[in-house]
Nanobody, 120 residues
Framework: QVQLVESGGGSVQAGGSLRLSCAAS????????MAWFRQAPGKEREGVAH??????WYHDSVKGRFTISQDNAKNTVYLQMNSLQPEDTAIYYC???????????????WGQGTQVTVSS
């Protein structure tokens, strides 16, 4: 089992920045691929960014604004979010599992989520 705990959410004005963190604990050996997803009210959950063995994947809507990184020594993944827009408002979830390249195809573990609210 892997436990994921997100932190760093909050409220910010458009154009601002936030940094999310996700700390993993437990049996992470087979769940090295980590990712951020988000779900806005009334919308389906969508992938934002993935990272696996140093390779990354980003949703087109966040390319150039968001950066995913990983500290393997701390079993922590980060999402630096810059130039935030109101459409980025959502609950952001951390996921972990197996991946190929920079994409997590098996997201078997999920965190509880952290709210990000961007006002115009």
């Amino acid at each position: 089992q892997v436990q994921l705990v997100e932190s760093g959410g909050g409220s910010v004005q458009a154009g601002g920045s936030l940094r999310l963190s996700c700390a993993a604990s437990g049996d992470t050996y087979n769940s090295k691929c980590m990712a951020w997803f988000r779900q806005a009210p009334g919308k389906e959950r969508e992938g934002v960014a993935h990272i696996n063995t140093g390779n990354t994947w980003y949703h087109d809507s966040v390319k150039g604004r968001f950066t995913i990184s990983q500290d393997n020594a701390k079993n922590t993944v980060y999402l630096q979010m810059n130039s935030l827009q109101p459409e980025d408002t959502a609950i952001y979830y951390c996921a972990a599992g197996r991946g190929i390249g920079g994409y997590c195809y098996d997201r078997r573990y999920w965190g509880q989520g952290t709210q990000v609210t961007v006002s115009s």
